[in-house]
């Protein structure tokens, strides 16, 4: 039987393969783990549908493929080799006909199989498939396009946003990208004599591949699609801090480690039903401000794997208990790479709470589509001015990013003094809880 990249659900559309846990000759049980795929969202691991033989591995490790390729194909149990060998001649041309898009390329270790066509796309039973990303198919579909006529311009002849819109406009011809500042300082630096470097001692080429890539896909999206501006601000913590401390004894009972993360949760949930647009995103295709009217907050977690965000979903209808316990569950799964797709979809704004690891402030990349992100910094006792005398108060950096096309400054700097009013004072946060 063919072994494909199944539809998973949330709109995935391809696929990257990581790692194959088992080799070809193999023999597995059903539902066995046979490899590990990333996608847009999470690294999943994918179990053999039957008990078999592997017969051929047609995926290689860090080939972006589509839904519905073959992956690999297993003699099911009780068939004998030959067989599948010796089948009609018909099927053989058949199951040949399919697997040849995907057969091994001899293609460099470290580096991504060459893909089947110039164009980047690839047949599926006969029908050419482009390779784009989620994100770039539904523009198509928004924009009616059939992505799948597009000649790429993009890495591996990948279909870009930009190709998309140059299609639905008529133009059928990608257009020649101009050079790269990178590719002409490399034009540059091979007409300059430079002493020759051993590069195999020297330079450690590490592939671009699994979450890594997918960070670096959307934080150029994100750079290049939202014109970023940033408001940093300061947010006197002691009141929070105390409040903690007397209500520590009450969350260990109930085997929560209350954190100030809780707490800023809480009070940017509150924050957002008064500041809809800060908790919207925009429609490119449509041209439309989507305002939503629910508060999924997307929790930042530096793993060894990468940056994760799992959601704290609902937040505004949450204790900070609640959130302090789903923070800390959420996090620690995410290191684990145990996260389901559910559980790392659907952020209306997004925190990057860095504090722990230290720095004043920095300005954070807004995680697409949303409109906004909030950093929190580190947290430590300053010299401040408080009733014309200099006193000690533990000061927290926070730093709001904000897509300029539908926010304002002046709309960032009133969000951000809700927030830190209701932190600076939490009988208000108290009393502004449903």
Do not use: C
Request: overall charge negative; proline content about 5%.
């Amino acid at each position: 039987m063919e072994f494909k990249l199944a539809d998973i659900g949330e709109g995935i559309h391809e696929g990257e393969i990581l790692r194959w846990l088992v080799k070809e000759g193999d023999q597995v049980e059903q539902d066995a783990p046979l490899v590990e795929v990333q996608t847009d969202k999470v690294t999943a691991e994918l179990p053999s549908p039957v008990a078999g033989v592997i017969e051929r591995i047609m995926a290689r490790e860090g080939q972006v493929v589509p839904v519905g390729t073959v992956l690999a194909v297993i003699r099911e149990a009780g068939v004998k080799a030959a067989a599948v060998a010796s089948g009609a001649p018909g099927e053989q041309a058949s199951l040949q006909e399919k697997l040849a898009p995907q057969a091994h390329s001899e293609a460099q270790p470290g580096r991504e199989a060459a893909a089947p066509q110039a164009s980047g796309a690839v047949r599926q039973g006969g029908k050419r498939r482009a390779l784009a990303t989620p994100h770039v198919r539904a523009l198509a579909r928004k924009l009616g396009v059939d992505i799948d006529e597009i000649d790429g311009t993009g890495p591996v002849g990948r279909v870009t946003e930009e190709d998309v819109r140059r299609f639905a406009e008529g133009a059928r011809e990608p257009v020649a990208q101009a050079p790269t500042d990178a590719a002409r300082a490399q034009g540059e630096a091979g007409s300059r004599v430079e002493a020759p470097v051993a590069r195999g001692e020297l330079v450690e080429q590490v592939p671009l591949r699994g979450l890594r890539r997918r960070i670096a896909e959307h934080m150029v999206q994100a750079k290049r699609i939202i014109p970023h501006a940033t408001h940093i601000d300061e947010v006197e913590m002691d009141g929070i801090e105390a409040l903690r401390e007397r209500l520590r004894p009450y969350a260990e009972a109930r085997g929560v480690k209350l954190t100030s993360l809780a707490f800023f949760v809480k009070a940017v949930a509150i924050a957002l039903k008064e500041f809809p647009y800060v908790n919207a995103s925009v429609d490119e295709a449509q041209e439309n401000v989507l305002l939503r009217r629910y508060y999924h907050i997307g929790i930042a977690v530096d793993t060894e794997h990468g940056l994760i965000v799992p959601v704290v979903k609902q937040a505004d209808q949450k204790s900070v208990f609640e959130i302090a316990r789903e923070v800390s569950d959420l996090a620690r799964r995410a290191r684990e790479n145990r996260l389901s797709l559910d559980e790392v979809t659907g952020s209306t704004f997004t925190i990057s709470n860095a504090g722990a690891l230290g720095g004043l402030y920095a300005t954070p990349i807004i995680n697409y589509p949303e409109s906004a992100i909030l950093g929190i910094h580190k947290m430590e006792p300053r010299p401040v001015v408080r009733n014309n005398e200099i006193v000690i108060r533990n000061i927290a950096h926070v730093s709001l990013s904000f897509d300029h096309r539908i926010i304002d400054g002046g709309m960032a700097i009133r969000f951000t003094n809700r927030v830190r009013e209701l932190l600076e004072e939490p009988d208000r946060l108290w009393a502004e809880l449903r």
